[in-house]
């Protein structure tokens, strides 16, 4: 594997742009029986195939927001990305995520808001 991308003009170490393989394989051996096994060749793959897709997606997302003149990124707009680059079937799974989510954190925002006023 090469450590830098590009040259040594200060680009990105590899070891920057990708997820954690020990996360990699934790979520790889959810799947698996206790018994399963999963060779390091597997994990260094799956590694760099779900970084690309990350940055894939994301690449996407941003770009609408630059064209929108935004400089955040936003849940709404990795869904929209998703659907534009025909991830369809996992958009609307994740929409349905995201909305649970904000859901759950205006929940906590409010019980620690009755919290504050009780403590008063």
Known sequence: MVDNIGADDGSIKEQDR?????NVGRIMKQILPPSGKISKRAKETMQECVSEFI???TSEASEKCRKERRKTVNGDDICGAMETLGFDDYASLLRRYLHKYRELEGEKANQDKMMNNYQQ
């Open 18 to 22: 990708l997820l954690p393989i020990a």
């Open 55 to 57: 940055g894939f997606v």
